[in-house]
């Protein structure tokens, strides 16, 4: 696919539960970002990814939330003991190297409600 | 204190007209990128422009132009010619790299509606 695929699309789950959100960059993309857009509000930054590596990921609220990107491609968000304020669109991006001045190609997020 | 403040939360313009939706930013970084993305009913983060801290001259990509006014702190966005299709979200960001590591920071947004 030529743009940032994200799955899934939609996901409903209970308090508490486990989820698991999966980004998939342009192919070639080494820079890799998770975001977190609340309603009305703009997006959050949560981590960034350079290669297979967390180069900040500073942005993550708590240790209930953990990303991996384990051979430099897909990553994955996981969310534990999920809570209803984690309610939100994961919005995964992507670019080139991770330049200063690169754009970043944004997927279409993944809209998480928690019950 | 916030990075990123744009000041506008919603505004209305005619079409055919030029709009400047403002953006003020905060960061003791010599080096940073500042951006602005659309953002659609349909959700999608789309990449306008770009301007880096050190560029001399005003950004510009087609309508869209950046009107940056460093001393100030400023990177206000201007898009000429206004269209239907411009009704959308628009949200500055910034990027700067404070202790080795990058932040790329979002504002709240300013909800622009073209009128017909």
């Known amino acids: 696919g030529a743009g940032v695929s994200q799955t899934p699309s939609n996901k409903v789950t209970e308090k508490g539960k486990y989820v698991e959100l999966r980004c998939d960059p342009i192919s070639g993309h080494t820079a890799l970002y998770w975001y977190r857009q609340s309603l009305g509000q703009g997006p959050e930054f949560l981590i960034y990814?350079?290669?297979?590596?967390?180069?900040?990921d500073s942005g993550l609220p708590n240790d209930r939330f953990f990303a991996v990107r384990p051979e430099g491609s897909v990553s994955t968000l996981k969310i534990q003991r999920t809570e209803r304020g984690d309610s939100a669109v994961y919005l995964c991006?992507?670019?080139?190297?991770?330049?200063?001045?690169?754009?970043?190609?944004f997927g279409p997020g993944t809209r998480l409600l928690v019950l | 204190a916030q990075k990123i403040t744009q000041t506008q939360p919603g505004m209305f313009v005619q079409e055919k007209e030029a709009v400047t939706l403002d953006c003020t930013y905060d960061?003791?970084?010599?080096?940073?990128?500042l951006f602005w993305y659309k953002q659609p009913s349909s959700g999608e983060m789309i990449f306008l422009i770009y301007q880096g801290s050190y560029d001399e001259q005003n950004a510009t990509e087609g309508r869209y132009s950046l009107n940056f006014q460093k001393a100030r702190k400023s990177a206000n966005l201007v898009i000429s010619a206004s269209q239907l299709g411009d009704s959308a979200m628009y949200f500055c960001?910034?990027?700067?790299?404070?202790?080795?590591?990058?932040?790329?920071?979002f504002g709240k947004g300013t909800r622009l509606h073209i009128l017909p």
């Open positions: 990814f350079q290669g297979t590596g967390a180069a900040d």
């Open positions: 960061t003791s970084d010599q080096s940073y990128g």
């Open positions: 991006a992507s670019s080139l190297t991770g330049g200063r001045g690169e754009t970043q190609y």
């Open positions: 960001a910034m990027r700067e790299r404070l202790n080795r590591d990058d932040k790329i920071i």
